[in-house]
């Protein structure tokens, strides 16, 4: 079965900074893997996606994730945070037919 | 188009009444799915849909009917609605070779 684990429940950055969110997936084959954000009381925005091909996307808003199958892993990164980044962030890996498992979610505050 | 549509918004329910949450998409998508969140955790999969007449149970399906007679429409069923299904729901549609679309939710409390 596929699972995805987001080590870090809450993370604080300062405006400017940089970003990095983890995730982990556990996936039998080549995953679909996504990043998706979600503000307070909203619905879910997809920033990227990984399909196949170069390991490193790029996403709306300057966000960027680099897959690497070695690690298992699908990390999220922005050079330069921004207030408005302030957000609940998932990540998903896909097993097609619209079956997506997500992870528990990583909330981000952003310190002026 | 409109995306992913979700009515009602808000609903409140007492415990053992019965409901549907309507979902509704214009993107012509093959595969819609049914999502709860609650908090602290992600999203999990209710039930989901392959094309029309077809369904299939997700991760949590227990209390929870669905149906899919078109293309365009995924209606939820609480059938005997329980305080354990408190909770956000999302519905959201995907074609064969693209992304999941996220409607905006439906929020939902039972007393």
């Known amino acids: 079965a596929q699972s995805v684990t987001q080590p870090d429940i809450h993370i604080t950055v300062s405006e400017g900074a940089s970003l990095e969110l983890r995730c982990n997936y556990s996936?039998?084959?080549?995953?679909?893997l996504f990043w998706y954000v979600q503000s307070p009381g909203q619905g879910l925005q997809l920033l990227l996606k990984?399909?196949?091909?170069?390991?490193l996307v790029q996403g709306i808003k300057g966000f960027e994730a680099e897959f690497k199958r070695s690690q298992s892993s699908f990390n999220l990164r922005k050079p330069s945070v921004h207030w408005s980044d302030a957000a609940e962030y998932f990540c998903?890996?896909?097993?097609?037919?619209?079956?997506?498992?997500f992870g528990d979610g990583t909330t981000l505050t952003v310190k002026p | 188009n409109a995306g992913v549509t979700q009515t009602p918004k808000f609903q409140v329910l007492k415990t053992g009444q019965s409901m549907t949450l309507q979902c509704a998409q214009d993107?012509?998508?093959?595969?819609m799915s049914w999502y709860r969140q609650d908090p602290g955790m992600g999203l999990r999969l209710i039930h989901y849909?392959?094309?029309?007449?077809?369904?299939d149970q997700g991760e949590v399906p227990n209390g929870y009917n669905v149906s899919r007679s078109t293309t365009e429409d995924f209606p939820l069923r609480l059938l005997s609605a329980a305080p354990s299904q408190t909770s956000v729901y999302f519905c959201?549609?995907?074609?064969?070779?693209?992304?999941?679309?996220f409607g905006p939710g439906t929020r939902l409390t039972v007393l």
């Open positions: 990984y399909f196949s091909g170069d390991t």
């Open positions: 993107m012509n998508h093959e595969y």
């Open positions: 849909s392959v094309g029309a007449g077809i369904t």
């Open positions: 998903a890996v896909g097993a097609g037919a619209g079956k997506s498992t």
């Open positions: 959201a549609s995907r074609s064969s070779t693209d992304t999941q679309y």
């Open positions: 996936y039998g084959a080549t995953p679909y």
